[in-house]
């Protein structure tokens, strides 16, 4: 008796989840301009891993090898990840809490980007860490803070129950943020110059801090916060941000580690010299 229960149960739970990804699917091939933001990305995301294997075919030094790594996994992650909101399984569509602009409508939330930001975004600062030789223990301290963001982001997008409280994460995630700016501002530009890395650093800095600081103007100008915009144009905006902030930033730092492999453990053998003078 009990498991003729259960089993109408379990049947009941798993048409509405399948339900739910195949209207988003529906929602995003009804929508051109919506579709059209997430494949040009999938192009893109697979052009630069191409051209990026290419690129770093010559790099040998175990230092350099590791920055080229780091850099390589943003575009395969991205790649999985527009995938998976192309195909409506990282969307879903959330009611808007009382107060929201579209309070009471379903909104169709791309909650998969902030899983893309949580791990490619850590791949972007540790090959900015590694090439300005930053100290290993700020290095995890600014990458942590930069997955509180992501998480608390993604806390923001996906809470129903209160506007106020969506507002208070995306407050938190600011916050996250904010360790990671001043990191990039403030103390890794001194590691860049001991290091000799300081001219693309400060050049990567900028793009990078330039278009960071867009997410979270999108968010609050987005369906997510004042719903200013469209689902399409908040879609399209992160995605010309992807572009930017991962793979020409991924591009540049990629062809200045080809062309001066040599400079990139500069710091770390003169290090070691004089390691080994004092112990003498």
Known sequence: MMECVAIPALAEVSVPLQTDQADALNRIRDDAALSASLWVNIALAGFSTLLFVYMGRNVRDARAKLIWGATLMIPLVSISSYLGLVSGLTVGLIEMPPGHPLGGEEVLSQWGRYLTWALSTPMILLALGLLADVDTADLFVVITADVG????????????????????????????????????????????????????????????????????????????????????????AYSALDVLAKYVFAYLLLRWVASNESVIPRRSASEASAAATADD
């Open 149 to 236: 963001m992501c998480v608390t982001g993604l806390a923001a997008a996906l809470t129903t129950s209160s506007y106020g409280l969506r507002w208070a994460f995306y407050l938190v995630s600011c916050a996250f943020f904010a360790v990671v700016l001043y990191a990039l501002l403030v103390e890794w530009p001194s590691d860049a110059a001991d290091a000799g890395t300081d001219e693309i650093f400060s050049t990567l800095r900028v793009l990078t801090v330039g278009l960071w600081l867009g997410y979270p103007v999108v968010w609050a100008a987005g369906v997510e916060g004042f719903a200013l915009v469209s689902v399409a144009a908040t879609s399209w």
